[in-house]
Nanobody, 126 residues
Framework: QVQLVESGGGLVQAGGSLRLDCAAS????????MGWFRQAPGKEREAVAG????????FYADSVKGRFTISRDNAKSTVYLQMDNLKPEDTAVYYC???????????????????WGQGTQVTVSS
């Protein structure tokens, strides 16, 4: 059974940085696509970034391009989301998600993913 555990959320001022970690366990993740999503109060859960575990291809929502970086550490089975130049509108609960053998073009769709973490809160103050 795949388990995903996020950590690294917190409170930061606008312009600051945070790094979120997603520790994955339960199997080897070769062939998986991993995604970061976020959900603000009263809003739909939206895709932030995705990464192909094996090939390392990365994908970003337009709203975070140039500010967020997704990466993974194969040895630690961990996916990271480095968030720089944070804005108040980045405030949300951030979730890690995983799917085995997804079409890369579907990385941003919630329905693509089979496994989700519990989420970690990110709050950006102005």
């Amino acid at each position: 059974q795949v388990q995903l555990v996020e950590s690294g959320g917190g409170l930061v001022q606008a312009g600051g940085s945070l790094r979120l970690d997603c520790a994955a366990s339960g199997r080897t993740f070769s062939g998986y696509i991993m995604g970061w999503f976020r959900q603000a109060p009263g809003k739909e859960r939206e895709a932030v970034a995705g990464i192909q575990w094996s090939g390392g291809a990365t994908f970003y929502a337009d709203s975070v391009k140039g500010r967020f970086t997704i990466s993974r550490d194969n040895a630690k089975s961990t996916v990271y989301l480095q968030m720089d130049n944070l804005k108040p509108e980045d405030t949300a609960v951030y979730y890690c998600a995983a799917k085995f053998r997804a079409f890369l073009g579907l990385w941003s769709r919630r329905e693509t993913y089979d496994y989700w973490g519990q989420g970690t809160q990110v709050t950006v103050s102005s």
